[in-house]
């Protein structure tokens, strides 16, 4: 698989799939045996655990306590029990439809379960309740769709959440990735250059505004890249896998190699030149790193012999590295 740097701010809304949800509908089912198992599993946690324990008894005696609800909620998906959380969840949603934090994390949850589009239609009903639109929940709307494929819907989402809150780079960042999505690289930059300039340090908006540079300016793209990536080396690789999604083979073995040159062995880079290799049929071939000669020190080796002194060259003393000694695959913050 290619590894693709762009990337998309999610305001802490988490990518990672798991079980979708499942509905319990009929007794004497493996679904409904699945979720007996859940709540007893939930008790006989909760026996032991004092934090559980301690929020059920608050819920006990006051079922309308949204705070001690939420944290039971986050505790049973930290447990690994994510149905039991989203009930709590659902629950705490019937009581407050009208909260943007309740929503928000239902339907992150929902998102993170395998149900996007039920998690639209309970940002969307929030969003109608509210007599001002929420940043926050337009922008999760944008994501969902964007997911689902509906990239004009997504888009608008996007440019009502950026007329609410302009100076938050993250927002114009996820514009540009869905104008990057609908092939405007030049919409895209523009809103990647704002990205950049409330928050210069954004990583993602960097390798954001290098794809969006790619097709045009590969200099420029790859500079880009250097500016968001601490190591040289991580940059000429992301550089390539840009070039291999577009059909630039050549180009991207080139900077494979550039990066291979830098680092070697580096686990993104080699894993690139598979890619390509299975592409184009060429051989997967390694770049030769030639040890650095030092004629200085094959003279006074020399003269060492015929002395018997030993002399240290001023540069052993503070050896300088040649490459960068650490890698950490510039491919940013998943979507």
Known sequence: ?????????????????????????????AVASTMSRHVENAVDLGEGDVALRTLRSRLASDPKNLEARMLLARLYSERGLPDLALEHLRLANAQFPDSVPVTLALAKTLREMGAPQEALKTVEACSKRLEEPNWELLSLEGVLEDESGRLKDAESAYHKAVAIEPGRSSLHNNLGYNLLLQEKPKEAEAEFRKALEIDPHSQIAHNNLASAL???????????????????????????????EQGKYPEARKEIEQALTLRQNLPEAMANLKLASQIDGKPATVPIHKQHVNLWSHVTSGWDKLSGHKEIHPAAQNPQPLAASTATGDSGEGK
């Open 1 to 29: 698989m290619v590894r693709v740097i762009l990337v998309l701010a999610l305001f802490g809304v988490s990518c990672t799939r798991s079980t979708r949800v499942a509905h319990y509908p009929a007794p004497h089912t």
């Open 214 to 244: 790619a097709a045009t300016a590969q200099t420029e793209a790859l500079a880009e890249l250097q500016r968001g990536s601490a190591n040289n080396a991580v940059a000429h690789n992301n550089m390539a896998a840009l070039l291999i």
